[in-house]
Antibody, heavy 119, light 107 residues
Framework: QVQLQESGPGLVRPSGTLSLTCAVS?????????WTWVRQSPEKGLEWIGE???????NYNPSLKSRVTISIDKSRIQFSLRVSSVTAADTAVYYC????????????WGQGTLVTVSS | DIQMTQSPSSLSASVGDRVTITCRAS??????LAWFQQKPGKAPKSLIY???TLQSGVPSKFSGSGSGTDFTLTINTLQPEDFATYYC?????????FGQGTKLEIK
């Protein structure tokens, strides 16, 4: 069973860049798997941020696309999220997850990490 | 974006009850619908995918149905561990979107 673990700073200054990494263990990047970031806040609920395939192909939520970059490091078996020009509205619990495009959907989630945007 | 609307937003029930939660999509999503359970401080847990298929390890007390725009999640014989918040999510169109959640509370 694959396990996912988020890591990164819990506090980011306004106008700064949020950076998180998701380490994948118990598995590897493979076919039909999209590696995803989702966030959750009381104001917006669960929000899909975007995803990346092992080839590097990405899909982003249009509402965040101008500020978001998702990248993958196959040698370290991890993928990362960067959100630039953050504001208080980006304060949320950030989850990494695996999406199986064969139809199974989201089948593995990290535990989540709280990121607070504040000066 | 496809809007996912769940009803009710909250629900009180007793141990042993059967409950049904509804999810409506703003446009046809075929059967690309998932259900999640979330407990406080925890990540969402996938229960059902493709509208009606149980994820591995999920007990058969959970069942899902529907296609197109209208979907339901039914939980039979509620146990204390079932009281949580439930979310639907569509993965037919980008961006994938979630319902606002249904909080299931003990009566």
């Amino acid at each position: 069973q694959v396990q996912l673990q988020e890591s990164g700073p819990g506090l980011v200054r306004p106008s700064g860049t949020l950076s998180l990494t998701c380490a994948v263990s118990g598995g590897s990047f493979g076919r039909s798997k999209w590696w995803t970031w989702v966030r959750q806040s009381p104001e917006k609920g669960l929000e899909w941020i975007g995803e990346i395939y092992e080839s590097g192909t990405t899909n982003y939520n249009p509402s965040l696309k101008s500020r978001v970059t998702i990248s993958i490091d196959k040698s370290r078996i991890q993928f990362s999220l960067r959100v630039s020009s953050v504001t208080a509205a980006d304060t949320a619990v950030y989850y990494c997850a695996r999406f199986d495009s064969t139809g199974v959907g989201f089948d593995s989630w990290g535990q989540g990490t709280l990121v607070t945007v504040s000066s | 974006d496809i809007q996912m609307t769940q009803s009710p937003s909250s629900l009180s029930a007793s141990v042993g009850d059967r409950v049904t939660i509804t999810c409506r999509a703003s446009q046809d999503i075929s059967n690309y619908l998932a259900w999640f359970q979330q407990k406080p401080g925890k990540a969402p847990k996938s229960l059902i995918y493709a509208a009606s298929t149980l994820q591995s390890g999920v007990p058969s007390k959970f069942s899902g149905s529907g296609s197109g725009t209208d979907f339901t999640l039914t939980i039979n014989t509620l146990q204390p561990e079932d009281f949580a918040t439930y979310y639907c999510q569509q993965y037919n169109n980008y961006p994938y979107t979630f319902g606002q959640g249904t909080k299931l509370e003990i009566k």
